[in-house]
């Protein structure tokens, strides 16, 4: 299993923006469908964003539709622009991935490859 490298996070304040980031090893050299998952204490791992390989097709959670975007800049490295962050955003931040498609993109059961998780604190 190819571990994916998660970096950003961290304590913030309700209202602000952060931006996490996710690579997967230079040694996978096909381009992966990448995802970002979040769990917040007591709940379930919940879907927030999807990017195909291509980068042209994305999909969100309608709790982050028009705050969050996720996006990828070179083959496998993605990021998850974060605003108007709020009490409720407070989780671990998973990035994962797959390398050939599989439906539901929104189930983490589909995806092969995972990040190390990543916490985000939203608090005053």
């Known amino acids: 299993q190819v571990p994916l490298v998660q970096s950003g996070g961290g304590l913030v304040r309700p209202g602000d923006s952060l931006t996490l980031s996710c690579a997967a090893p230079q040694s996978t050299s096909a381009s992966l469908h990448m995802a970002w998952f979040r769990q917040a204490p007591g709940k379930e791992r919940e879907f927030i964003a999807y990017?195909?390989?291509?980068?042209?097709?994305t999909m969100y959670a309608d709790s982050v539709k028009g705050r969050f975007t996720i996006s990828r800049n070179r083959m496998n490295t993605v990021h998850l622009q974060m605003r108007s962050l709020s009490l409720e955003d407070t989780a671990v931040y998973y990035c994962v991935g797959m390398k050939y498609h599989r439906n539901p993109a929104t189930s983490d059961r589909s995806y092969d490859y995972w990040g190390q998780g990543t916490q985000v604190t939203v608090s005053s």
């Open positions: 990017i195909s390989g291509s980068g042209g097709q």
